[in-house]
């Protein structure tokens, strides 16, 4: 981070291209006030990074990338057209060194398409509750919604995080076809829906989500 002071009137922050963040402050300002003003900035400061973060990364051969909450390296190779998985390493053919991103995009939407419908199904069936249809978006802002209409959404960046951080949010959008609100008794149903899964706590997986899901946000 770095502070710059100067006869200004107010503070005001910003990311620089590297995406170091950047406060300008008045003479005399105190690292507390400082402090206190990034941390009532918190989310922007989260946001916005990740937004300069992504607009600047360059995809390549030998980083790490997630699935399912482990990262597995990226290597070259020259058979293959989609990213080949074999719980070991990612792979590609080098000559799509430049989509790298898309490819990997392509690789996240498939997997989190089988998984999360899948999933969707074994729950809503345990606890007899009827959907009307599955879509996998490309949302940052959140990880999952469901409408009036029955139909559930869920990022495909949920396939990067643990299954039991998934299947909360699989739990928590099912939950909400019985009460369209987070009431007493739809926070009850989740952790109801949640036990049969043998799964307990799921309030630790809610926090998961809000502490990581900025390590998601890369693709």
Request: with cysteine; charged share 25%; proline share 1%.
């Amino acid at each position: 981070m770095k502070i710059i002071k100067s006869f200004r009137k107010t503070l005001s922050m910003k990311f620089d291209s590297s995406g170091e963040l950047v406060i300008n402050a008045p003479y005399f300002t105190s690292d507390k006030t400082i402090q206190n003003f990034i941390e009532k900035n918190k989310l922007w400061v989260e946001k916005t990074k990740i937004k300069v973060l992504e607009k600047n990364r360059i995809f390549d051969f030998w980083e790490k990338f997630f699935y399912l909450w482990n990262e597995y390296i990226l290597l070259s190779d020259t058979t293959s057209e989609k990213i080949a998985f074999d719980w070991t390493n990612f792979y590609l053919n080098i000559k799509h060194k430049n989509k790298i991103k898309e490819k990997l995009t392509e690789f996240y939407k498939m997997e989190s398409s089988f998984y999360i419908k899948t999933k969707v199904f074994e729950i809503a069936s345990i606890n007899n509750l009827k959907y009307n249809s599955i879509k996998i978006t490309s949302a940052k802002t959140r990880w999952g919604s469901c409408t009036s209409k029955k139909n559930l959404n869920f990022s495909f960046r949920l396939i990067m995080a643990p299954k039991s951080s998934i299947d909360y949010v699989i739990v928590h959008e099912l939950a909400h076809l019985l009460e369209m609100n987070h009431s007493p008794k739809f926070w009850n149903n989740v952790s109801i829906f949640f036990d049969k899964l043998n799964l307990w706590n799921y309030k630790n997986h809610q926090s998961w989500l809000k502490i990581n899901w900025s390590k998601l946000m890369y693709v």
